[in-house]
């Protein structure tokens, strides 16, 4: 059941859909199928939680695809999915991480009304939800290469609104790693955002300070070094609070 005059979201990113595995499927017919789908299989099963808790809105923080060698299979795999959300008065927002900027994926997605694919320019998207004023800010990569804090580029908090930041970033960096869109965490909680929906590291990790600011973490593993659960996190805001 749905808790009353409540706003929740589910929150995801790094899908990867149809990340190759070319290797395996020279060595295990089966599994490679089965592989080669799990993606896919992800976001049925992430969509299908949406409609199970009937939350608000989902929030992809990048990296939905893979690359620009999608299957002939999923653009129309991606809409059906999106339009189920769409039918249940479900919002969608998108943004685009370094695997699927928007010079790289260029295949016209053609969203369903209640779906926002945001763009190179930051943008705010505001709505009511379960009596809650709602502020979702977000903007995609242009390029795979982010090499600049994109922090500076995003809109003030709406005053009076539960404000939801989305941003693909690699945070402080990882050794052996690219940077993508640095920042901190102290940064991100300074910025005054309610919420910080982020993408782009695999592990799932979350961080408390005036705001929330959590990276979701694959929700699907692409190869054998992200064995283990993998999840998507739900946030919900009632009157007593986030
Ligand atoms: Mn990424």
């Known amino acids: 059941m749905r808790p009353a005059l409540t706003f929740r979201f589910i929150h995801t990113a790094d899908l990867h859909l149809d990340s190759p595995l070319v290797s395996l499927a020279l060595r295990d017919r089966d599994l490679a199928e089965r592989l080669g789908v ?5 976001l049925s099963a992430i969509v299908d939680l949406c409609l199970a808790e009937q939350v608000d809105a989902l929030l992809i923080a990048g990296d ?7 299957s002939a299979k999923t653009p129309g795999m991606l809409k059906a999915e999106l339009r189920r959300l769409d039918a249940a008065g479900i919002r969608c927002f998108i943004i685009r991480g370094n695997h699927d900027a928007i010079s790289k994926v260029t295949r016209e997605l053609d ?8 763009g190179a320019r930051a943008k705010t ?3 009511e939800a379960g009596g809650h ?9 242009a390029d795979p290469h982010a090499p600049q804090s994109l922090l500076p580029l995003y809109p003030v908090a709406v005053a009076g609104a539960f404000n939801i930041g989305m941003m693909h ?3 402080n960096g990882a050794e052996g790693h690219d940077i993508y869109a640095p920042c901190s965490l102290a940064e991100l909680d300074a910025f005054s955002y309610d919420y910080w929906a982020l993408g782009h590291i ?29 999840s998507v996190t739900m946030g919900t805001l009632s009157d007593a609070g986030f």
């Open 125 to 127: 998207h505001r709505f």
């Open 64 to 70: 939905l695809w893979d690359g620009s060698q999608a």
């Open 202 to 230: 695999h592990r799932r990790a979350e961080y408390h300070g005036r705001a929330a600011v959590v990276m979701a973490g694959i929700p699907q593993g692409r190869d054998i070094g992200e064995a283990g659960p993998a």
């Open 38 to 42: 799990a993606s896919r299989a992800a």
């Open 111 to 118: 969203p369903p009304p209640n779906t926002v694919v945001f």
């Open 169 to 171: 970033t690699s945070l």
């Open 133 to 141: 004023e709602i502020a979702v800010h977000g903007l995609s990569f």
